[in-house]
């Protein structure tokens, strides 16, 4: 019932910013918080970033703290992801995901809808 689509991605150089949007659909009438994820090639999916329904709570690892920004427009129904001095260990697919529930969580398995993914490349 709810479908995600990343957006964004694409191949930067170390140092450069780049900004993802997540459009989602299905879901007007219900409250999700939202959620950033990424993974790189043979490593395990990993947690970056968290947002509460309202957007007034975030959380964020500790490796991108300080260079990431987490925010949401309900309104549109939009997720963003405003990533600075990037590096190259950054270089992965990120991917939106969805809770059913009001209150952010930074647990994968916590997550309920997935998008397919947009690809995060940066050369040194």
């Known amino acids: 019932q709810v479908q995600l689509v990343e957006s964004g991605g694409g191949l930067v150089q170390a140092g450069g910013s780049l900004r993802l949007s997540c459009a989602a659909s299905g879901r007007t009438f219900s409250s999700y918080a939202m959620g950033w994820f990424r993974q790189a090639p043979g490593k395990e999916r990993e947690f970056v970033a968290a947002i509460s329904w309202s957007g007034g709570t975030t959380d964020y690892s500790d490796s991108v703290k300080g260079r990431f920004t987490i925010s949401s427009d309900n309104a549109k129904n939009t997720l963003y992801l405003q990533m600075n001095n990037l590096k190259p260990e950054d270089t992965a697919v990120y991917y939106c995901?969805?809770?059913?529930?009001?209150?952010?969580?930074?647990?994968?398995?916590?997550?309920?809808?997935w998008g397919q993914g947009t690809q995060v490349t940066v050369s040194s």
């Open positions: 995901a969805a809770h059913r529930g009001i209150l952010l969580v930074t647990s994968l398995t916590k997550y309920d809808y």
